[in-house]
């Protein structure tokens, strides 16, 4: 019986170990790698799409979403693409003014039944619920809560969760 050669097996693992940079780098430099991403992207979104149909009571696709970070916190805006459209508008104000009741409450059951439970900042604005300021307001349009929080680590969950929203929502939701 032959004793395997260490040093061999070191070249192969290494060989191996570069083959596979290489051709990592390859698809990257040719766009394989991005397309991969987008395809994960777009199989969240359409999952997101899925579930927040199941809990927000409006259309998405008659809606504009914004999450708008502030110094202080941030603004989330519902609109409705037609402002005539009376029924989208009256769906997004209850909803919006029920939601910011719930986190203010420190509930935010929602988001999470969307998003998950490992949602960037959700844990924090679970927690830190009792010393943010949720101030709902209906629009003409629509409705907005504005989140406003004096700690740095609030203020940044707060950022943190209004990325992962834009990212998730995807053509849905924008930043302003």
Known sequence: MKVPDMRSSHLHRTT????????LTVMAMFGIAP???????????????KRGAEVMPFNLDQTAHAFQALNDGGLQ????????????????????????????????????????????????????????????MPLPDGAQIRYTAKYPTLVMAIHHWFMAQRVDHGRHASDH
């Open 77 to 136: 805006t519902v609109r409705a693409k037609n402002a005539a459209n009376r029924e989208q508008i009256a769906l997004i104000q209850a909803h919006l003014k029920e939601e910011a009741e719930k986190f203010q409450r420190g509930d935010f059951s929602d988001p999470a039944k969307i998003h998950g439970e490992d949602m960037p900042g959700l844990v924090e604005l679970r927690a830190g619920a009792g010393q943010i300021d949720f101030q709902y």
């Open 35 to 49: 397309d991969i991403e987008e395809a994960s992207t777009a199989a969240r979104q359409a999952e997101i799409e």
């Open 16 to 23: 191996l170990f570069w083959a596979a940079s290489a051709f």
